[in-house]
Structure formats: C-alpha cells, structure tokens
C-alpha cells in the first residue's frame, strides 16, 4: 500500500466564539494555513502512479479558491470553522472521488493540526 500527500496553503479569517480563548478569538482574525490531502492505493500498471499529482491538484484548486483570502464563517458548511470543521470540510469535498486516507490542517504559527479520517466503520 502506498500513501501520496499533496499540500496546498490558503489565508483566511475567522471568528470563534464559546472557547476559552475569549474575547480575542470573538474578533474576526486571520491564520495561515496549510492543509495535506493524502490518498492511500496501489500504483495503477499502466501509470505507476496511486494517483496524478496533476490531476489531485486541478482538484485541490477549486477548493484552495474557495477559501483563500475569505472570512471562512461566509462560506457555506463553515458557520463554525475550526480546524476540525475545516478538515471534515476538504475531505466532504474530495474524499467521494478519492480513495481518501486523511485530511490534515494545520495553523503552523499556533503550532496546531487537526486530522480527519473519515467516518469510523463499524
């Protein structure tokens, strides 16, 4: 089994209100942010490849648009946007079409990440 990794960054703004962070977090501030999408399968024979690094990134762009230089609370499925609810967020929108290990985002100045898996199995 093999496992590719491809990592886009996007700036964003965001309010969070409810955590023990307090008034600062209430305010609209902004992050730097890098997310990883990894996929995990078998190289395709003809290929060699688990997956088009080409074709992840077309994939990964349209996303990257959506949230780059945004007030992340705006966009539609981030009312709340952690970085839990921002990795469930990429992964809802590329998993479906992938074979999906995991989605991390990280705010590296706030030396903080978040992983999503997907759903558990039962």
């Given amino acids: 089994m093999w496992e590719i990794v491809?990592?886009?960054?996007?700036?964003?703004?965001?309010t969070l209100s409810g955590t023990t962070l307090?008034?600062?977090a209430e305010h609209v501030h902004?992050?730097?942010?890098r997310a990883e999408v990894a996929v995990r399968?078998?190289?395709?024979?003809?290929t060699g490849m688990?997956?088009?690094?080409?074709?992840l990134d077309a994939e990964?762009?349209?996303?990257?648009?959506?949230?780059?230089?945004?007030?992340?609370?705006?966009i539609d499925g981030?009312?709340?946007?952690?970085?839990?609810?921002?990795?469930?967020?990429?992964?809802?929108?590329i998993g479906p079409k992938q074979n999906l290990a995991r989605v991390t985002v990280y705010r590296d100045s706030c030396?903080?990440?978040c992983s999503y898996f997907g759903e558990e199995r039962q």
């Fill in 60 to 74: 990964l762009a349209e996303i990257r648009r959506t949230l780059d230089h945004r007030l992340l609370n705006r």
């Fill in 78 to 93: 981030l009312a709340t946007p952690t970085l839990e609810v921002l990795a469930r967020y990429i992964y809802d929108r």
């Fill in 41 to 46: 399968g078998r190289p395709d024979p003809t």
């Fill in 22 to 24: 307090g008034p600062d």
């Fill in 6 to 14: 491809k990592s886009f960054r996007f700036e964003a703004a965001h």
């Fill in 111 to 113: 030396g903080e990440s």
């Fill in 30 to 33: 902004g992050h730097s942010f």
């Fill in 50 to 55: 688990v997956k088009d690094f080409g074709a």
